[in-house]
């Protein structure tokens, strides 16, 4: 069984992640507790080792006591871009949390996790992976969906953005794209690993209205971006406006029961 330290006693005296570490980040109220929970479970079921995960979050309320939870990492980010996944640049500063070296899986919370995770750690050690964006193939982009840092490698990530964010925003669209273009190494996952619902497995329109969207045997996360959610592709909703419902539109998707709950 899964040991998951989630208690300051039960963390590392040296405080670094001698174990598997999993890292997720809640804030708004997008994303409730049931992803954080649910996120966590499929992890669970998905480890054949130790494992620690933790959720930095501003709010806690009704995450389940398993998971480990800590105020949100500081980030010197303007109020217009608080609330996005810029944010996110705040998990590349060193010390993170009590941890100072090793490896962290981050996830987002829009996942379904469907295959054996132990490979993440794995998989070239010490280096920067991430998903090859699905949107933008060749152009050397990561999709910070599903990602591992080499805590304390790259940390000029967050010092540039802290010291100056409006420099960053004035050049960079997007945080992925910035990241991307600052590491001059980052190494993709294998492709089957960890696929976008909407672009690797949605069947075309109009395809999609008549046939089902099927689960590939080695994925091993599936990334919901933008809509629709787990909770919606699972019923055949897909939030849109009305003009765009004739090509966004979703079957309802049986394998999400399976693995997201």
């Excluded at 690993?193 to 329109?205: D, G």
Aim: glycine residues 4%; contains cysteine.
């Amino acid at each position: 069984m899964s040991t998951i330290l989630n208690s300051p006693s039960s963390q590392s005296s040296s405080k670094t992640p001698v174990l598997p570490t999993f890292v997720c980040m809640k804030w708004g109220t997008r994303y409730g507790p049931v992803f954080v929970n649910r996120l966590f479970k499929a992890v669970k079921r998905n480890m054949d080792k130790p494992f620690r995960f933790i959720c930095f979050t501003d709010d806690n309320t009704d995450i389940i006591d398993d998971v480990e939870t800590h105020p949100l990492p500081p980030i010197n980010i303007p109020d217009h871009v608080s609330i996005t996944p810029w944010r996110k640049l705040s998990l590349w500063q060193t010390p993170l949390g009590d941890m100072v070296t090793g490896d962290i899986v981050v996830l987002d919370l829009d996942l379904v996790i469907t295959g054996p995770l132990a490979p993440l750690f794995d998989y070239h050690p010490g280096e920067f992976c991430v998903i090859d964006n699905w949107t933008q193939p060749g152009e050397n982009i990561g999709n910070t969906s599903v990602f591992r840092i080499p805590i304390g490698r790259y940390s000029k990530i967050f010092d540039q953005f802290n010291s100056d964010p409006h420099a960053i925003l004035n050049q960079f669209r997007i945080e992925q794209q910035y990241i991307s273009k600052t590491i001059s190494k980052q190494i993709f996952w294998p492709s089957q690993w960890c696929v976008s619902f909407k672009h690797s497995l949605l069947p075309r329109f109009p395809l999609n209205w008549f046939q089902d969207t099927k689960l590939p045997q080695d994925t091993k996360i599936v990334a919901f971006t933008g809509h629709p959610d787990p909770d919606e592709a699972v019923i055949g909703k897909w939030p849109a406006k009305w003009y765009k419902k004739i090509y966004k539109h979703t079957r309802p998707v049986s394998w999400i029961n399976e693995h997201w709950r």
